[in-house]
């Protein structure tokens, strides 16, 4: 990882902070939609991940080779 640019180690980085807390949420069971406040967390965690995604993806993988 240290030949990646700095940008994509910290999205790298950011999705497996916010995967893990989006795991606990699910170990703990704090997805159920009666749950309000646990059901906010899983939609926040699940936004930032889905951001850091695709927003990594159209910089690192969607790019062809030369153009980056």
Do not use: W, Y
Request: charged share 35%; hydrophobic share 30%.
């Amino acid at each position: 990882l240290e030949t990646k640019p700095a940008e994509f180690r910290q999205l790298l980085s950011e999705s497996e902070k916010v995967a893990s807390e989006l795991e606990t949420a699910l170990r703990q069971g704090e997805i159920r939609k009666e749950t309000t406040v646990a059901s906010g967390q899983f939609d926040r965690a699940m936004k930032r991940i889905e951001m850091n995604c695709t927003l990594c993806h159209q910089r690192f993988r969607d790019t062809p080779l030369g153009e980056e």
